[in-house]
Nanobody
Framework: QAPLVESGGGSVQAGGSLTLSCDASGYKYSTVFIAWFRQTLGKAREGVAAFKLENGISTPVYADSVKGRFTISQSDAQKSGYLHMTSLKPENSGVYYC??????????????WGQGTRVTVSS
């Protein structure tokens, strides 16, 4: 089984909502922080939502463009991650990847990636 498997992508009208899921049951480590990145054609993957650790406590971090609209969460027991996206805009379109093995929004810090799921937001 692949370490990370995304699902939940699709097409939605602007203003709509979508929730992405990431199954990390194949991830070999017991502790996992699942992050979300977006990639569009010809551009590098950019961090959308992730977790950071402060004094041993994990807190979510978001790209400025999605603050207040996207919510990251995960189920440690099920080793699953979620990205709940609301008030979607056409510029949120792209291929979304979940990632593990790192923290915060820098893609280079992660060494496990899912296959990606496409999100298309139409105006």
């Amino acid at each position: 089984q692949a370490p990370l498997v995304e699902s939940g992508g699709g097409s939605v009208q602007a203003g709509g909502s979508l929730t992405l899921s990431c199954d990390a049951s194949g991830y070999k480590y017991s502790t996992v922080f699942i992050a979300w990145f977006r990639q569009t054609l010809g551009k590098a993957r950019e961090g959308v939502a992730a977790f950071k650790l402060e004094n041993g406590i994990s807190t979510p971090v978001y790209a400025d463009s999605v603050k207040g609209r996207f919510t990251i969460s995960q189920s440690d027991a099920q080793k699953s991650g979620y990205l709940h996206m609301t008030s979607l805009k056409p510029e949120n379109s792209g291929v979304y990847y979940c990632a593990a093995g790192g923290l915060e929004l820098e893609a280079r810090g992660y060494n496990y990636w899912g296959q990606g799921t496409r999100v298309t937001v139409s105006s």
